[in-house]
């Protein structure tokens, strides 16, 4: 597999937000997000993430195709509902880059792409002058009726890359799932960990 991973800038990161829209969709439908996305809503959403001068979005290219996406930019930058839960736990947002999404096709899972996200992302993180860095994760209770019998969560692969949960550290993301008729709140846990 010749998977090449870097980050896009200028131009290049605005030709690729209709294929990272379109992984978006793709790998957050499974399980836990479960997310039942439209291109439009995603085009919207990444514009505005990646309005920020300091936004990185890195992609893993199988030749010319878009297979994998990472984004990251200083949690300043961040809407309220990703901000406000720094600010309720008193932790300061000036010195914190903020991991989005990291997408990836299954069939390219295994092989060093996630860390190789992680590795750029706080690659540009410690750039900036982040003394940590935070991303967060849905939280599904175990019983989900649709959680796979072989399904994986990744907390030991976070663990390893050096994050933890933040006791307390929670917040609320809307987005409609398949089988609801409209967005509904669904409960973040944001893990960190100092550069």
Known sequence: MTVQVAPLTGDALHAALDDLAALRIAVFAAYPYLYDGSEDYERRYLAEFTASPDAVLVAARDGQ??????????????????????????????????????????????????????????AAARSWGASHTAFCAVVRPQDHPARPADYLPLDAFWTRRGYA??????????????????????????????L
């Open 65 to 122: 195709r878009i297979v994998g996406a990472a984004t990251a930019s200083p949690l300043a930058a961040q809407d309220d509902y990703i901000r406000g839960p720094f600010v309720h736990c008193g932790i300061d947002q000036a010195h914190v880059f903020y991991f989005g999404e990291s997408v990836l096709l299954p069939e390219y899972r295994g092989h060093g792409i996630g860390h190789a996200f992680f590795d750029q992302r706080e």
């Open 165 to 194: 949960p933040v006791p307390g550290l929670t917040g609320t993301f809307h987005w409609q799932e398949h089988g609801e008729s409209e967005e509904s709140g669904k409960p973040m846990q944001y893990w960190m960990r100092a």
